[in-house]
């Protein structure tokens, strides 16, 4: 093959994509960005429930915000951030929600726990919980929907290296919508399904799609830990032992959200968020946005998002108005407008929402984000250290991911 025209070829417009387009741009490299999907964003993605109210499907908070990259890029932009916004260790317990001196054992419950991860080596977290506690339930559910996945399945090394600090704020307009602004001005091909990359000349790489081959000196893949698993992409050849085994550490995650929208505010004076604890059914991680819109978002993660996802959208619009019911009053239903579910894990061009760590598999993300032959290159929330499984570290790691490249491509042959 002769030395390719292009630079790079940049497969999935998510955030890591966007930010990657425009720092090889800024760079001066030639690129063609690539997107199985009709429209960009990835799992940043905004829909309105009604005129004026919009709902994140998938990623929904600038976390880590006193680091985060996409908080100035919002700023510039004249998004509306909550800078206010704190998370709460309330909880609905049956009849009421918990006072000063039981929010502050439940927090108690969740400072002991990272203690805990933070010695445990690299285990599987529910060996260290404290299960006999009374937060043990509520803190359970909320850790599926940090983590897209059961204590069991997740290991307590990868949680301790996250770094968990520096404010969660949320975007009035919609993080997924701010995504899409700063990705509106690249060149991109939607529904162009990125098939096999070939990687076995001397010069480059071709990337085979549904609409034709690109030859470029290296890829970037930013693709779900999902996608990746699934063999979608084949490897010619394949890939390495090493990178093998990193993609095999990973659990993909599920972590879905329900929304319900009323035509007024039925929230009384609740906190912004609590989990419900109400009985033997599983308990629900509500939040209520703080921008006066006037609707309650359940989040779910684990198996419990994966049996609402089999169970079909109207069972998780059903269980989430129960929980919320169990809060406000049966009085609210008749004010309820619309619902919108998210369900990430049967997104054909995700298969998943954000990706943990296996027990046992520590390391899997420095593993999977080293270079294959100076060629293939990994960008994503997936690798984005400390900032995993968030928007802001994806944004963060594509635009790291081009000054690697960049000075790969640049060296003197």
Known sequence: MSTPALDLVIIGAG?????????ARAAGLTYRLIEASHRIGGRAYTEDLAPGVPFDLGCHWLHMADRNPLVPEADRLGFTLDRDFNFTTRAWLGDRLTDRAESAAYAAYFDDTHRRFAAAGDVDALSVLDTESPWFRPYAHVFTVIHAAEPDQVSTRDIAEQSMEGGDWPVKEGLGRLVARLGADLPVS????AEEIDWSGRDGVVVRTSKGEIAARAVLITVSIGILQSGMIRFRPTLPAATIA????????IANRIALQFDRDVFRDAP??????????????VYIPPFGFNCIIGQTGGNFAAHLTRAGQQAAIDYTMERTIAVFGDGIRKHFTR??????DT??????????????????????AAPVNDRLFFAGEAVAMPMV???????MSGGQAIGRIAAVLHRPA
């Open 15 to 23: 955030a890591a994509g966007i930010a990657a387009a425009r720092a």
């Open 272 to 285: 912004h968020n609590f989990t419900v604890v109400d009985g033997d059914p599983e308990p629900l991680a």
């Open 246 to 253: 990193a993609l095999d550490g990973f659990f993909p995650g």
């Open 339 to 344: 619902a919108i579910v998210s369900a990430w």
């Open 347 to 368: 997104d054909p061009w995700v298969l998943g929402a954000y990706a943990s760590i296996r027990p046992g598999r520590a390391g899997a993300r420095e593993a999977l």
């Open 389 to 395: 499984a968030t928007c802001g570290g994806a944004f």
């Open 190 to 193: 939607l529904n162009t399904v």
